[in-house]
């Protein structure tokens, strides 16, 4: 079933609805909050909450494009929400492809090497850090990220770029 229609559904009273975009968008909408906040009970208030807030806003999703987009982009807000309150981002794993630059040896190497990892992505701009984790962590296509940060493909894609390129360096410094 399409957004539109799922939606129609949703502002009829049609219980069933809102439950199948809770449930097909709760985990993704959840890992991409634990991202930012590296806790589970949190993130999952923190979740529970963007749930809460699209649909007492939901009549704002018309503007755009993907349900699963809007629903980034409430999580995006709520988080910077709660950062605003808690001034503390924590980030547990980085990218799979950026890995391959430290050699792991054994564990205290891996710990090492994470460590290094959260470091270097922590070092990154605001949004740069928004980029890799959309892209890395939720898997969305450079489109998608586009659409919820609000910019052009070619500046997320250059963006990307950048992050990728300063975090090479930075752990190619390390080790």
């Excluded at 809770?22 to 949190?42: M, S």
């Excluded at 988080?79 to 309150?85: G, L, M, S």
Aim: aromatic share 10%; net charge negative.
């Amino acid at each position: 079933m399409n957004d539109r229609k799922m939606l129609r559904k949703i502002f009829s009273g049609e219980e069933m609805s809102t439950e199948q975009v809770i449930h097909e968008n709760y985990e993704a909408i959840y890992k991409y909050i634990y991202y930012h906040v590296g806790d589970k009970e949190k993130s999952q208030d923190l979740t529970q909450m963007v749930f809460l807030k699209f649909l007492e806003h939901m009549e704002c999703y018309e503007e755009w494009g993907k349900l699963k987009n809007y629903l980034y982009v409430v999580a995006g807000n709520t988080i910077k929400d709660f950062h605003k309150k808690k001034q503390e981002l924590l980030v547990e794993s980085v990218p799979d492809e950026i890995q391959h630059t430290l050699q792991e040896q054994g564990p205290e190497e891996r710990v090492l090497n994470q460590m290094y990892l959260t470091m270097a992505l922590e070092e990154l701009s605001e949004i740069e850090r928004e980029i890799v984790i959309l892209r890395y962590y939720q898997d969305l296509r450079l489109k998608e990220i586009a659409q919820i940060l609000q910019m052009p493909v070619s500046t997320v894609r250059y963006r990307l770029k950048q992050a990728k390129k300063q975090m090479q360096e930075k752990l190619n410094s390390k080790g």
